[in-house]
């Protein structure tokens, strides 16, 4: 079993939608758990970081960590042309084991 | 890219010809790290230093050396390149605490033919 698993995709919704994101992880000592974007032909840029359960809110996107399930997620309400980007998580344990983990990533195309 | 650069950004090469990217930050992190993306792959960590001289393997590190002689630069070398390490290859940078999120550098693009 992969330590991170996530749903490649593709994903393909109308403008204005709301999007749901996904990761399962195998890991219980994963603690501190992100979201990167990354354009076509662009690094990875965070988006959001969240440390244990709970959600975390940044205006459209909210962020969720349910470690009891092993299962994290991303929505994005009122879904942009401009949020058209692959979705990558990322966990890691914290303290002194700093390395991330990555999901593999979601293809997200919003449609106009 | 949170004041990180790469060079070059794009490179085709032959095989059996010694590569090194360069990574270059300007925010005085202490970690850096190389990784490369592949489809299917994902992002695969290469190899991370931990402080100046400090450095130490990832998951895909056969093939590839590091070297990092200041705080700034993190040099990743293709020793003697194959069509396999064809890919984009990322460097990321984070702080001293084990919490600290990695910040990504904008790709370099290696063709080996």
């Known amino acids: 079993q992969k330590e991170v698993e996530q749903d490649p995709g593709p994903l393909s919704v109308p403008e204005g939608a709301i999007v749901s994101l996904n990761c399962t992880y195998s890991n219980s000592a994963f603690q501190y758990f992100m979201w990167y974007r990354q354009y076509s032909r662009k690094g990875p840029e965070l988006l959001m970081y969240?440390?244990?359960?709970g959600n975390k809110e940044d205006g459209r996107f909210t962020a969720q960590v349910d470690k009891s399930s092993k299962y994290i997620s991303l929505f994005i309400r009122d879904s942009q042309p401009s949020d058209s980007a692959t979705y990558l998580c990322?966990?890691?344990?914290?303290?002194?084991?700093?390395?991330?983990?990555f999901g593999k990533g979601t293809l997200l195309t919003v449609n106009p | 890219d949170a004041g990180i650069t790469q060079s070059p950004r794009h490179k085709v090469t032959e095989t059996g010809t010694p590569v090194t990217l360069r990574c270059h930050q300007t925010?005085?992190?202490?970690?850096m790290y190389w990784y490369r993306q592949d489809p299917g792959h994902g992002l695969r960590l290469i190899h991370y230093?931990?402080?100046?001289?400090?450095?130490d393997k990832g998951e895909v590190s056969d093939g590839y050396s590091v070297s990092r002689s200041k705080t700034e630069d993190f040099l990743l070398t293709l020793e003697s390149a194959t069509s396999s390490q064809t890919s984009v290859y990322f460097c990321?940078?984070?702080?001293?605490?084990?919490?600290?999120?990695?910040?990504f550098g904008p790709g370099t693009r290696l063709t080996v033919l």
């Open positions: 230093s931990y402080g100046v001289k400090d450095t």
């Open positions: 969240t440390y244990s359960s």
């Open positions: 990322a966990m890691t344990q914290g303290g002194s084991n700093y390395k991330l983990t």
């Open positions: 990321a940078i984070s702080g001293d605490r084990g919490t600290d999120t990695q910040y």
């Open positions: 925010e005085n992190h202490r970690y």
